[in-house]
């Protein structure tokens, strides 16, 4: 099983919708966790909120602070889109999906940044069953 830590500054919206579809999707190929280096105090209520649209209940989530063993058992680090000053450092590989932050944009910013990450979550387990 591939596991995958999906990362921004706050973990309230983006890298929390992430690990709802990668690990609502994915089966038993991969799992996915995420945090940051800055976290919120609660997942953001209109992501749950249209990430409930979308079928995905990410409303027991909780804001994490990222930790060098969560960097360690991941096979594959991405980061949602945060500027290289406010994303964590981490030491491997990562992948950068440059996702804007919906957070204050009113719900049709969440439903777009929710559609765009889900498309990229299917992309990556369509990698993962290949064996990339």
Do not use: Y
Request: aromatic share 4%.
């Amino acid at each position: 099983m591939k596991h995958v830590l999906f990362v921004c500054v706050e973990n309230a919206c983006r890298s929390q919708m992430a690990e709802g579809f990668l690990n609502s999707l994915a089966g038993k190929k991969a799992s996915a966790k995420s945090a940051g280096n800055m976290p919120a105090k609660t997942v953001n209520p209109l992501a749950v909120q249209v990430m409930k649209e979308a079928g995905v209940d990410i409303s027991d989530h909780k804001p994490k602070m990222i930790t060098a063993e969560m960097i360690q058992e991941s096979d594959k680090v991405v980061l949602m889109g945060c500027s290289r000053n406010s994303c964590p450092i981490v030491p491997k590989e990562v992948e950068d999906w440059q996702i804007e932050d919906p957070a204050g944009k009113g719900i049709e910013k969440f439903r777009e940044a929710r559609d765009t990450i889900r498309k990229k979550v299917e992309k990556l387990i369509a990698e993962v069953n290949k064996g990339t």
